[in-house]
């Protein structure tokens, strides 16, 4: 919608089959010794239409909203973490 209905993007900008999944991003994050903690989706929410009286505002005010979903079919956001290989130092500083 954001590349063909709102020109929001340039064309071109989404190609689904370069899409991963967040099942496919995970085997690709273990290979590289990660962990995927979560993933989450993302839904936005455009902004209401601007009244037809403002001129070449073209019927959408800028700005619009994300927030947080189950929904990780097309736009999601995930975090890993990686263990430490490297030994713990614990030191203690007096002042």
């Known amino acids: 919608a954001a590349e063909r209905v709102l020109s929001w993007v340039p064309p071109g900008t989404h190609d689904f089959g370069k899409f991963l999944t967040p099942e496919e991003l995970a085997v690709l994050m273990a290979r590289g010794g990660l962990e995927l ?17 403002l001129p070449g505002a073209r019927g959408m005010a800028t700005g619009g909203r994300w927030s947080l979903s189950d ?8 975090y890993a973490t990686k ?3 490297e030994p713990v130092i614990k ?5």
């Open 37 to 53: 903690r979560e993933a989450a989706g993302m839904r936005y929410t455009p902004p209401p239409p601007l009244p037809q009286l």
């Open 83 to 85: 263990e430490s290989t």
């Open 71 to 78: 929904d990780t079919a097309v736009n999601y956001i995930c």
């Open 91 to 95: 030191q203690r500083i007096d002042l």
